[in-house]
C-alpha cells in the first residue's frame, strides 16, 4: 500500500511536526496552555490527521508516531519551561492503540524520568470510546498516569456512548466539550441547555470543562454567561506552528 509505506518512510525520515492550539480562559485574558496537533510536512505538502491518522491506526503505526509525538511534547515543554507559567497545559491526544500497549506506562514513565517536568504540564486526551473497556482497569491505569505527574482530560466529550455514571468515576481533572454542542449554543436552546447541564455537572464534581470550537462572539458571550471555563478554537486561535505559537504566547493579550 502506497500511503502505509509513504507513512512508514515518514516516521524513519521525522517528517512530523506539532502545531499547537491555544487554550484561553473566557475572559480572553491568559493563555492557560495548548493542544499539541500533529501535521505530517509531506514532500507534496501539509496533510492533516483525517489523512493519516485513520490508516495509522489500522496498521498499528500510530505506536511509533505516538511515541514521537510524546517525546516532542516533553521536549517542548522544557524548552518553554521559562516562559510558562505554573498552571499552563500541554495536552496530547492519545490513542486507544496506546493505551493498550503493555509497555506504554513503564515507556512513559522513562521518557519523563530522562525528561523531569514539573507536574500537571503533561495533559492527555483521552476519548470517551477508549476508555469503555473495563471500569477498574481504566481508573487504575487512570491513576498510574496521574501518579507520573500527568493530567487527564476527557475529549470530544459528549458524543460517544458511555454513561455518565461511568465517566464520573474516573480520575479526570478536565473535560472537552465537542465542537458539535457549541456551534448553535448562542441560538439554539436545546444546545444551550445541553451544555449548561455538563457546565453544572463538572461544576458539583469540581471537574475543570474546556469548550472546544468557539468560533464567533456570539457563541464566547452565551458561554460566558454559564459559567467559566477554557475556550478553544477559531475565534481564538488556529492551530500554530511552533514560532507562531510563540509569538502568540508573547503577544496575547
Ligand atoms: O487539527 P485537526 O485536524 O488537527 O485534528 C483532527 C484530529 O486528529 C484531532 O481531533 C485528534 O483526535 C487527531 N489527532 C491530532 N493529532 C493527533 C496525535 O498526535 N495523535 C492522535 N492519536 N490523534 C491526533
Ligand atoms: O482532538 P480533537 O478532535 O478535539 O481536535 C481538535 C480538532 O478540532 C482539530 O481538527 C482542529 O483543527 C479542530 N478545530 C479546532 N478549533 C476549531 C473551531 O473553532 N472550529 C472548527 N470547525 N474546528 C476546530
Ligand atoms: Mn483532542
Ligand atoms: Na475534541
Redesign the pocket.
Known amino acids: 500500500m502506497q500511503l502505509e509505506a509513504e507513512l512508514r518512510a515518514a516516521i524513519e525520515n521525522e517528517e512530523f511536526e506539532l502545531h499547537y492550539q491555544p487554550l484561553v480562559d473566557t475572559a480572553l485574558q491568559r493563555v492557560t496552555g495548548a ?1 499539541c496537533l500533529l501535521r505530517w510536512r509531506h514532500p507534496d505538502g501539509m496533510r492533516f490527521p483525517d489523512q493519516f491518522i485513520p490508516l495509522a491506526e489500522e496498521t498499528g503505526l500510530i505506536l511509533p508516531i505516538g511515541e514521537w509525538v510524546l517525546r516532542e511534547t516533553v521536549a517542548q515543554l522544557n524548552r518553554w519551561a521559562d516562559v510558562i507559567g505554573e498552571d499552563f497545559g500541554l ?1 496530547v ?1 492519545i490513542s486507544s492503540l496506546q493505551i493498550r500497549e503493555q509497555r506504554f506506562l513503564e515507556r512513559t514513565r522513562e521518557l519523563l524520568k530522562a525528561n523531569p517536568i514539573a507536574d500537571g504540564h503533561l495533559i492527555f ?1 483521552l476519548t470517551e470510546s477508549s476508555l469503555i473497556e473495563d471500569v477498574e482497569g481504566t481508573i487504575r491505569w487512570l491513576r498510574d498516569i496521574e501518579s507520573l505527574g500527568i493530567r487527564i482530560a476527557i ?2 466529550f459528549g458524543t460517544g456512548y458511555s454513561s455518565l455514571n461511568y465517566l464520573v468515576r474516573l480520575p479526570v481533572y478536565c473535560i ?1 466539550i465537542d465542537r458539535v454542542f457549541v456551534n448553535n449554543v448562542d441560538h439554539d436552546r436545546d444546545q444551550a441547555a445541553i451544555v449548561l447541564a455538563i457546565f453544572q455537572m463538572a461544576r458539583a464534581l469540581r471537574i475543570e470543562v474546556v469548550v472546544e470550537g468557539v468560533e464567533t462572539r456570539e457563541q464566547l458571550a452565551t458561554l460566558t454567561a454559564m459559567g467559566s471555563c477554557g475556550i478553544q478554537g477559531w475565534l481564538v486561535s488556529k492551530a500554530l506552528p511552533v514560532d507562531r505559537f510563540e509569538q502568540f504566547l508573547q503577544e496575547f493579550p
Open positions: 493542544e495536552s491526544n486526551e475529549d470530544d472537552k
